[in-house]
């Protein structure tokens, strides 16, 4: 049983378009963070978010984490095929002890 | 500066044989973390390297193990590789707090025939 789960797991959209994808758990995260994978590479952090209800914006990316610190979304405005690639979700959970969970990620293409 | 960089970036190996992949982490980053990544599972956690000392560890099987060398650099062993072991292996180094960002290297994908 994965601890984060993503979805949509595949979104295939045309330039322009707008979508959402979702990180969903039943635990309590201290903090999730956001990253992009491009093939061949390893991923790259985009934003990490640690108070409930929290709102973030980087360009025309939009990350919220849930008011109760269990579920996230990435919103994209108007697409572009840079934004291609494997969107994954990584939570912390608290304690002393330092393991991240990430969910099997969202693999998004961008068509022109 | 130079980024994460990890050798071999790709492996062939049968099974039962055994593997050590090698990551150089960012100049000044005293944490390296290791990761396996497949299609079914995800990116998984292996375990993580501070200033040469185990700090955590996943839950995987004692034929994974790492080390970390006095300049932060370090390795992974896989032993009596099985073909479940096929993967991208990925390390991240940080600074070493539990807020500081992770950076990935490009990995190394093993192939396990």
């Known amino acids: 049983t994965q601890l984060l789960e993503q979805s949509p797991q595949f979104l295939s959209i045309q330039e322009g378009e707008n979508l959402t994808v979702y990180c969903n758990s039943s635990?309590?995260?201290?903090?999730l963070q956001w990253y992009r994978q491009e093939p061949g590479e390893g991923p790259v952090l985009l934003v990490t978010v640690v108070t409930g209800g929290e709102v973030k914006k980087l360009k025309r990316l939009t990350f919220q984490f849930g008011d109760a610190r269990k579920d996230s979304s990435l919103h994209i405005t108007a697409a572009q095929p840079g934004d291609t690639g494997l969107y994954l979700c990584?939570?912390?959970?608290?304690?002393?002890?330092?393991?991240?969970?990430f969910g099997r990620g969202t693999s998004l293409i961008v068509h022109p | 500066k130079a980024g994460v960089t990890q050798t071999p970036r790709y492996l062939i190996k049968t099974r039962g044989q055994q593997v050590t992949l090698s990551c150089s982490p960012i100049s000044g980053h005293r944490s390296v973390s290791w990761y396996q990544q497949t299609p079914g599972q995800g990116l998984q956690f292996l375990f993580e390297y501070f200033s040469e000392t185990q700090r955590n560890k996943g839950n995987f099987p004692g034929r994974f193990s790492g080390r970390q060398f006095s300049n932060s650099r370090s390795e992974m062993n896989v032993s009596t590789l099985e073909l479940g072991d096929s993967a991208l292996y990925l390390c991240?180094?940080?600074?070493?707090?539990?807020?500081?960002?992770?950076?990935f290297g490009p990995g190394t994908r093993l192939t396990v025939l």
């Open positions: 990584a939570g912390a959970l608290g304690g002393g002890s330092y393991i991240p969970t």
């Open positions: 991240a180094s940080s600074l070493g707090s539990r807020d500081n960002e992770q950076f």
């Open positions: 635990s309590v995260f201290s903090s």
